[in-house]
């Protein structure tokens, strides 16, 4: 489908309550990248079909309608996961200098 502008291919392309894939194609690849940066999908191909072309390792996002969560690579693997520090005496940095800039630091964002 061709459009009239950027602004508009990318109102259509949004405009659905759906968000698994989708692919831009343009001869000017700054504009595709442009343009794909703004379609709300999960993956977005440039000048292909990111289903037929995506690593194994990127990430399958469903935006909006086509799901929640994450499946593949670092980011599928996340949401599996709860993060927590453990934190003992012993791992406390006993460098003086390094203690003071690092309280310096906390107390200046404070």
Known sequence: MTTGSESEAVRLANDTEYGL?????????TKAHRV???VRAGQVGINCYSL???SPDCP????KG???GYHSG???WRQFSMPKSL???GAVPTDTALMKQ???TLVSKL
């Open 21 to 29: 894939a989708s692919a831009v194609y343009s001869s000017d690849l």
């Open 66 to 68: 086509s799901g929640f």
């Open 74 to 76: 670092p980011d599928g």
């Open 102 to 104: 690092l309280k310096s």
């Open 36 to 38: 794909a940066n703004l």
């Open 87 to 89: 934190v003992h005496e």
């Open 52 to 54: 037929f072309h995506a």
């Open 60 to 63: 399958w996002v469903g935006h």
